[in-house]
T-cell receptor, first 116, second 116 residues
């Protein structure tokens, strides 16, 4: 069974440009999470989808970030316009059953974003 | 708000020595607790989790962790370090009691170096 995949693995863009990150969760997983790790800091929660609905977006930094999960399958995270402080590693994770909050989250390898 | 503290951003041990990575959480109610490991250029992989069953939890690769409510701790141990254990380790919690959506709160990570 394929794990969580993320694309691209790396992205280098200039300040003010737009970048779109993609996450494909494990097939059948209703829950999809985005996290971010800024260099030197802890991994922080961004938002959570249940199928195509945003369940919790309390961690989204500001309105330059837009996440979507059309059809409840893959998700995209768009940053527009990108700022220097958006640099970091963006992780996606998925889990199967929301009713069991101890359900294991499976993480993708991350997208390393560098904004110059 | 929940927080997680990992004492020591870098830990160095000799091959064959005991591994002890420390994690403390802040909560008056026991949360769910997780240890994840990240090998270079890979995603986070679950080592073990505590979900209010046995307080001593055994995980993969010979790791185990003990939940101590009185100390609000969940330290990770392995009796004998192997070179392949060199990686970054993350302690995380989720709070099952406050409308939680399963989001994880992470510590800052501990990089384990294993010397020959």
């Amino acid at each position: 069974e394929a794990g969580v995949t993320q694309f691209p693995s790396h992205s280098v863009i200039e300040k003010g440009q737009t970048v779109t990150l993609r996450c494909d969760p494990i097939s059948g997983h209703d829950n999809l999470y985005w996290y971010r790790r800024v260099m030197g800091k802890e991994i922080k929660f961004l938002l959570h989808f249940v199928k195509e609905s945003k369940q919790d977006e309390s961690g989204m930094p500001n309105n330059r970030f837009l996440a979507e999960r059309t059809g409840g399958t893959y998700s995209t995270l768009k940053v527009q316009p990108a700022e220097l402080e958006d640099s970091g590693v963006y992780f996606c994770a998925s889990s199967q059953d929301l009713t069991r909050t101890q359900e294991t989250q499976y993480f993708g390898p991350g997208t390393r974003l560098l904004v110059l | 708000a929940q927080s997680v503290t990992q004492l020591g951003s870098h830990v160095s041990v000799s091959e064959g020595a005991l591994v002890l990575l420390r994690c403390n959480y802040s909560s008056s109610v026991p949360p769910y607790l997780f240890w994840y490991v990240q090998y270079p250029n890979q995603g986070l992989q679950l080592l073990l989790k505590y979900t209010s069953a046995a307080t001593l939890v055994k995980g993969i690769n010979g790791f185990e962790a003990e939940f101590k409510k009185s100390e609000t701790s969940f330290h990770l141990t392995k009796p004998s370090a192997h070179m392949s254990d060199a990686a970054e380790y993350f302690c995380a919690v989720s709070d099952p009691w406050n409308g939680n959506t399963g989001k994880l709160i992470f510590g800052q990570g501990t990089t384990l170096q294993v010397k020959p």
